[in-house]
């Protein structure tokens, strides 16, 4: 290779390694560096999911129903109007005792008003009420919607906030993921230009007569198997890019910088009890299935307010139909109570009744269940975390060995002590446990969120 082209692929890389991000060390500044923390990722997560805003919509209309069930205990008042028109013969015939009425009261009564008895039927006919009716005992039925709207509310907001954690945690473990896939790809990079500089020495050796000619074609493959990596990591990073620009709303490019959360690798692991009792009494899960059970009573009740009296009070007050819509007509109210009692119903609210008490009982049975599965749940992310905490300690150190074994063998190698199947397994070696010490560290973060999202305490990280 030239030593143009070599210069050319050193400007590319170090290009590459100013844009990355590896852990402890900040991009730099500049005034077109595209800068992202993972809280403002989640921030933008949480402001443009289209899931979190239809469940943010959620919850408002459970507030709505709530409400609804509150109003339903006052009083409904409502204005009746209608117009009708009918057929002169029709009127004709349905007026003639009007006519005859009024000729009697002319004959017999003088000082009587015979407009006073009034047509049974106008041609155009114009009628005017209003109607009142309060509830005042409906079986326990408005109770039960009321604490059926609250349940649902509650049941919608545990919805909501695990919804929230959801997008959170994919978040993070989107945002994780780009940085591992950039850490990755300078590590392919570095591996890449490392082989070729060692290649082209090789050759040099071959060319004086020092190295055979199989040596060169070994790390020719080397080389090969290095940039075949590199493209992975290219794609792996161009992925991981595009899934976290989906998951926040905004899109990104090459250019951006993320900041590897060194607080969040720092913060010390909680006992296994604390995830357990904050699981308890946080996770989502678990409080939509408590408000559904709490769902499921009301709905108990509901069924047995079928076998209670309903009763009502009503008032109307109407102006009698005439022959104009102005209110100029004789006017008359009424007031009573209305008292329905359910006799007989071919025995099918009992069926429903039954059938909802059932159903009651068994979504306790389930709810006993799926305590048992969040608990399991948490114990196994939290074996996680603890295994992952315990591969991070391991890499660094096999990754310290590893560096100080490339070293001294890249040392032996160069005063001919070393063999080039021995320095060329150092280095690959090496790669491995560079590599490993990347892959414990995020698998630690990911599997740390996940275990505060089975707790239900996972949230906006602290700036």
Do not use: C
């Not at 070599?6 to 990355?20: E, K, P, R, T």
């Not at 005792?97 to 009261?105: D, F, N, P, Y």
């Not at 996680?384 to 074994?405: D, F, M």
């Not at 698998?443 to 906006?460: E, F, K, T, W």
Request: aromatic share 10%.
């Amino acid at each position: 290779m030239s030593a143009k082209g070599v210069g050319w692929a050193g400007i590319f890389v170090a290009f590459l390694l100013n844009l990355s991000m590896p852990s402890g060390r900040a991009a730099p500044s500049g005034s077109d560096q595209q800068v992202l923390t993972l809280q403002q990722a989640i921030r933008l997560s949480l402001k443009n999911h289209p899931g979190f805003k239809a469940a943010r919509h959620s919850v408002n209309a459970a507030q709505w129903r709530v409400k609804k069930a509150y109003f339903d205990f006052l009083p409904k008042i409502a204005v009746d109007l209608n117009y009708s028109r009918y057929d002169a013969p029709t009127v004709n015939r349905a007026n003639i005792l009007t006519e005859i009425g009024r000729s009697l009261v002319r004959q017999f009564a003088p000082g009587t008003d015979p407009n006073e008895i009034r047509p049974v039927l106008w041609r155009n006919a114009y009628g005017t009420a209003i109607t009142l009716q309060q509830p005042v005992f409906n079986g326990g039925a408005l109770r039960a919607q009321l604490t059926l709207a609250q349940a649902n509310e509650i049941s919608t907001r545990a919805k909501f906030q695990e919804k929230r954690q959801q997008v959170i945690l994919q978040t993070m473990q989107a945002y994780f993921n780009l940085i591992k896939a950039k850490e990755l790809l300078v590590l392919a990079h570095k591996s890449v230009e490392a082989t070729r500089a060692r290649l082209q020495t090789i050759r040099r050796m071959f060319e004086t007569g020092m190295q055979s000619r199989s040596e060169v074609l070994r790390w020719e493959v080397n080389l090969a198997s290095a940039e075949g990596q590199l493209v992975q990591a290219e794609s792996g990073f161009a992925l991981s890019l595009h899934q976290l620009s989906q998951i926040i709303g905004v899109r990104l490019d090459s250019t951006v910088t993320l900041e590897f959360p060194e607080m969040v690798l720092n913060e010390p692991l909680e006992p296994l009890e604390y995830y357990l009792r904050k699981g308890r009494a946080a996770n989502p899960t678990l409080k939509t299935f408590s408000a559904n059970i709490e769902i499921q009573r009301a709905q108990v009740q509901l069924a047995r307010s079928n076998f209670f009296p309903h009763v009502n009070l009503f008032y109307n007050y109407q102006w009698e139909t005439n022959n104009t819509p102005a209110l100029d007509s004789f006017r008359s109210w009424t007031f009573g109570l209305s008292v329905r009692v359910p006799v007989f119903s071919s025995f099918a609210d009992y069926a429903q009744y039954q059938e909802a008490r059932q159903q009651y009982r068994q979504i306790q049975a389930v709810h006993q269940e799926l305590e048992q599965s969040v608990e399991l749940q948490i114990q196994q992310a939290y074996y996680q975390v603890e295994a992952a905490l315990k591969r991070i300690t391991l890499a660094q150190k096999g990754r310290a060995l590893a560096q100080e074994n490339l070293r001294v063998v890249s040392d032996l190698f160069e005063v001919g002590m070393a063999t080039n199947q021995e320095l060329l397994e150092a280095k690959i070696a090496a790669q491995k446990a560079e590599t490993d010490f990347i892959e414990a560290r995020f698998d630690y973060l990911i599997n740390l969120a996940q275990l505060r999202s089975a707790a239900g305490i996972l949230d906006v990280p602290h700036e």
